[in-house]
């Protein structure tokens, strides 16, 4: 079989990447192995990854879909004091900041909707799984896939996509590099739904919750329809492992006990779902693209989940690499020796200034409030506004990455000294 | 060797601070702590990252230094001392 495209993964990324290429007229192939829709962790949405869903003309879909309409996000202090709100903003180059509102949405029906869209839009699906991308000395040429029967056939592509997510597959064929650790590596997350749960009143009722405890320790609160809420908490590993308790009992736990203003919002807790957990979840391989491929979203780099950007980078990177992979075949000569190194230099951009305010927040929660709100606030607000691909970044994020260089040198010089000793 | 108006100086930074942390523990209930004991509520202090803002104009207003971005670390903000500490060395960028 032969295609221009072929995309590994039938998740956001992978979805919005074929939509998005399918507006070019190219011939898209949209690989996926499960066979039902199935569960996937991630359910809040940021302001500009609704805009995505608005340019993909998705938006009455998730209006008939009834997912939960995300105005904002509160996120409490210890002890349940010192809450602030993040609203949901878009922007614009030309317009600057709006209003806007967003979504959660209960992964399984929200991955399958945007998997239908694309094969309504002309997306060729197959249903296998990705076995070997096929290899021309450095060049990527299409990939090797196995049907659940058993047959294996080869798809010669152009360019390969990699969206297979967390399971990160280019990487695991030695394409790219192994993942590297990312700061919030030593980190669980524990992780159900449940029935009920007092939420804010009104149209306020889908916003997404965070509970601080304290650094490293926090918890989320997300509706994912009219009865049941997403609830998760994350905690360093030392301390889920001290603690010598089945996942069930820590989450129950943890939720009546973490922040006072959790406890009274879950009144009484009864899982609808299977407890899970997930660790080693932040992680980054540096070198994605080259001849023939390139990767989009989780499956080249996860930061944290805190600020919920995690389907943000998926849906914002499938654009930018619909792009990318579009002038590609514009150009009658392709004799670049990486036709992707702009668009992975702009996926980097995004995600070091993510990072940054992710690193500021854990790192220096003093200087990141009084930054936030005293000093750049309509900075931050527009970087969670999904405005994080600056050429010339905003002053807000220079501050933040100062501080946070100046952390850096002090813990390598306090290492430096403790290794003298 | 601290010279006299300098020693005074400082002497007064102390008193000036020290003046402006009873107020805010006379709100919270809170005891008026020692030069080292914690002034951030994430170490059990009266500090939180509302009243910490007005206190960092006061300082600014106070002391006539500024305040920059990479001073906000806690570091600055953990003890009196060590925001007396900070102010002196601030204080003394200025008038070197």
């Known amino acids: ?421 | 060797m601290i010279r006299a108006e300098t020693r005074e100086w400082l002497m007064n930074v102390q008193e000036v601070l020290t003046d402006y942390i009873r107020e805010i523990v006379a709100k919270t209930g809170q005891p008026l702590p020692t030069l080292d004991q914690p002034l951030l509520d994430s170490a059990g202090g009266a500090i939180d990252s509302m009243n910490m803002w007005p206190l960092i104009v006061f300082v600014e207003e106070r002391f006539g230094i500024k305040v920059e971005d990479t001073d906000l670390m806690q570091e600055n903000f953990r003890t009196l001392r060590a925001l007396i500490k900070f102010i002196e060395s601030k204080h003394s960028e200025l008038h070197s």
Not at chain 1, 310 to 335: H, N
């Open chain 1, 1 to 421: 079989m032969k295609t221009d495209v072929a995309i590994i993964g039938g998740g956001p990324g992978g979805s919005a990447t074929a939509m998005f290429l399918a507006q070019t007229g190219l011939r898209v192939t949209l690989i996926e192995k499960a066979q039902s829709p199935r569960y996937h962790i991630g359910e809040s949405l940021t302001g500009e990854c609704g805009n995505c869903l608005r340019t993909l003309g998705l938006e009455a879909e998730m209006t008939t879909r009834r997912h939960p309409v995300k105005y904002g996000v509160t996120v409490y202090g210890p002890r349940g004091k010192n809450a602030f709100f993040v609203p949901v903003k878009g922007w614009r180059r030309e317009s600057g900041l709006f209003d806007t509102h967003t979504w959660s949405v209960r992964r399984s029906d929200f991955d399958h909707m945007l998997f239908a869209a694309a094969a309504a839009r002309g997306v060729g699906v197959v249903q296998a799984e990705g076995v070997a991308p096929l290899l021309n000395g450095d060049a990527v040429r299409g990939v090797r896939v196995r049907a659940n029967g058993g047959t294996v056939e080869d798809i010669a592509s152009e360019v390969l996509v990699d969206a297979s997510g967390p399971a990160t597959f280019f990487s695991n064929a030695g394409v790219i590099g192994e993942k590297v650790r990312g700061s919030y590596d030593r980190q669980v997350a524990i992780f159900s739904q449940v029935l009920g749960g007092i939420r804010d009143p009104g149209a306020a009722g889908g916003n997404t919750l965070i509970f601080y405890r304290q650094k490293h320790h926090w918890a989320w609160f997300i509706p994912l329809d009219d009865q049941v809420t997403s609830v998760g908490v994350v905690v360093p590993a030392d301390y889920y492992r001290s603690k010598n308790e089945s996942k069930h009992q820590f989450l129950l736990r943890e939720l009546d006990q973490l922040n006072p203003e959790l406890t009274r919002r879950l009144p009484q807790i009864e899982f609808v779902e299977e407890v899970r957990g997930i660790s080693n979840y932040s992680y980054r391989i540096s070198n994605f693209t080259g001849k023939g491929f390139l990767c989009v979203g989780d499956s080249h780099r996860f930061i944290d989940p805190v600020f919920s950007f995690g389907v943000f980078f998926a849906m914002k990177e499938a654009e930018y690499a619909a792009a990318s992979i579009a002038s590609f075949f514009a150009d009658s000569k392709r004799e670049q020796p990486n036709p992707f190194a702009d668009y992975q230099r702009v996926c980097d951009r995004g995600q070091d200034s993510v990072q940054e305010l992710i690193d500021a927040f854990w790192q220096h929660p003093y200087a990141f409030k009084l930054l936030a709100h005293h000093r750049y606030p309509e900075d931050v607000i527009h970087m969670f506004a999904g405005r994080v691909y600056e050429e010339t970044p905003l002053p807000g994020l220079v501050a933040m990455r100062a501080i946070n260089d100046k952390g850096r040198n002090q813990r390598v010089a306090h290492e430096c000294s403790g290794s003298l000793n």
